[in-house]
């Protein structure tokens, strides 16, 4: 029992160290929430109830929406429901074993539809609003009850992290809350605390109590060798009471379970991101003071104000088609318009330039232009129109690759695994006793534009060439068309099964050659017995004849 408190106080002061690390950027998320996403303005506030109050204070929407065309537009383009984003593949040693790659093909198309059948393609979403937004976003991928696989976005403001000595995030701590019910259903009446009992057995048993989750990876003496239950699982999952500091549940992983991605990092030495609002948010709030003025001169030029002066006898009627009377011997006693003279033009001109800057920082041009092209357009011209674009965008689909959508795929995989909804593998992975980790391809359209990068490169230095090449055709020979022919392909998308095995290539191209060199032997002889033909009869026993087999003497 002693150990177990011990471990309940090391959690607790871990997450709260964590905590201590983080307030530097509580105050700028804060920030950031009431020009981006007003819905989380109340991070590390609680509230009982939905307010709009937050969205009142918000005279113009352009970095709301900018972020929903992100994040909309790398769930439609990057991860979508209705297509295959990804392909896992066989290690590289392992992949000229038709029957090992086609198995791995199998695995893609189940991975693919538990995925669809599973939340993650709301969480996702929601990921993809606070990455853009915050710059840093978690994601929880775990076995479900109701369908194979189950994803938790985590809050911003719920959870702090830690990273390891490659950058790379592998600690989270978060704290949330639970009523009874929920922790009697997760970890068991007889796990819970005094407390909670009582509060289950309560005929209202509403009360929420703080749970603080840590998951971390175990270090060498934690672990017993040749021991794999929970206890000795690499990733630690400790669940405890804050309340009565009480350990719930502690049990572990065999991989990660959350993945943490930052759009992109500030420093080195912090674990937290950077995210496009920090570019946009200079402007974001110098739109929304504009908007509010602007919001104003428009309404002072609908409604002016009136000048009225101090000897003016009758009452001003400001309605459309109104009757106000004045005293004609002194005209300049008449009520007049004041203080309406602002320029309303500049403003707009002024709030256009913040809207640009806003929506650059967020790729909206990016994503616009994938919904907007039309299908008569050449590759080509998509390439150009792409290529500037995606040059911005591609480090942060970079980091995303290899912080979340790698590490979660592999993760997946081994969850699907273990619960047998594969097909039997190969007899060649029976015999090895292991199933490896996949390799894992991405043929999304963002994945495939960024790829077709090196295409359009390609393409404009064979333009370039061409005239020089017909001039000394053996500058050619700098250029392995082989190589180039199959990365264009890949990049395009073409299927990897559709590309010929390079050694069938070779074996083919060998066996053209000879055909080659046996009809140009062939074409030869009948040249030559032509030749012989026309000149007269050849004698049996003469040297010529003995030169030229398979001819007849007349």
Partial sequence: MKSRTDLADRVLQRHLD?????????????????????????????????????????????????????????????????????????????????????????????????????????????????????????????????????????????????????????????????????????????????PMRKELESPKGNRKFPIVHTIYPRGPGEIEFGKRDSANKPFASVYVCKQTRTVLLASGFDEQPFFCTRYLKWKNAEAYGYSPSWTALPEARQLNFLEKQLDSLAELTAFPRILIPADFDGDIDLRAGGVTYFDPNNPSATPKEWGTGGRYDVGVARAETKRNAINEAFHVDLFKMFAMLEKQMTAREVMERSA???????????????????????????????????????????????????????????????????????????????????????????????????????????????????????QMRAQRAQAAQAAMEAEQLERTASALGKAGAVKQDSMLAGMLPGLRAA
């Fill in 388 to 506: 500037e674009k995606l040059i911005q965008f591609s480090p942060t689909f970079a980091r995303m690759t290899t912080e979340l959508f790698n590490p979660m795929l592999r993760r997946t995989f081994a969850i699907l695994a273990r619960q047998g909804k594969f097909p039997p593998p190969p007899q060649q992975l029976v015999m090895i006793g292991a199933i490896p980790e996949p390799e894992i391809s991405y043929n999304s359209r963002v994945a495939l534009a960024i790829k077709q990068l090196e295409n359009a490169a390609f393409i404009r230095t064979s333009e370039m060439l061409l005239p020089y090449a017909q001039i000394k055709p053996e500058m050619l020979d700098n250029f392995d068309f082989d190589e180039i022919t199959r990365d264009m392909a890949r990049n395009d998308g073409l299927p990897a099964r559709w590309l010929m095995d390079e050694d069938m290539v070779a």
């Fill in 18 to 194: 964590l905590v201590y690390q983080r307030a530097t950027w509580e105050t700028l998320w804060e920030d950031i929430a009431k020009y981006v996403m007003p819905r989380k303005a109340g991070i590390f506030t609680k509230e009982s109830q939905p307010s709009v109050e937050d969205e009142t204070l918000l005279f113009d929407g352009t970095a709301v929406r900018a972020n929903m065309v992100l994040a909309n537009g790398q769930l439609s383009w990057m991860t979508p429901m209705e297509s295959r984003w990804f392909t896992m593949e066989p290690p590289k040693p392992m992949e000229s074993e038709d029957s090992i790659e086609q198995w791995f093909q199998r695995c893609t198309e189940v991975v693919q539809a538990e995925l669809a059948r599973s939340n993650f393609y709301t969480e996702i979403h929601e990921l993809y609003l606070d990455r853009g937004a915050f710059g840093t976003a978690a994601i929880m991928v775990e076995a479900g009850r109701s369908s194979s696989l189950n994803f938790t976005k985590l809050d911003i403001g719920t959870f702090a992290i830690s990273e390891n000595d490659e950058g790379l995030v592998d600690t989270i701590s978060r704290e949330y809350e639970m009523t009874a019910r929920q922790a009697a259903l997760k970890f068991g009446v007889e796990s819970l605390p005094e």
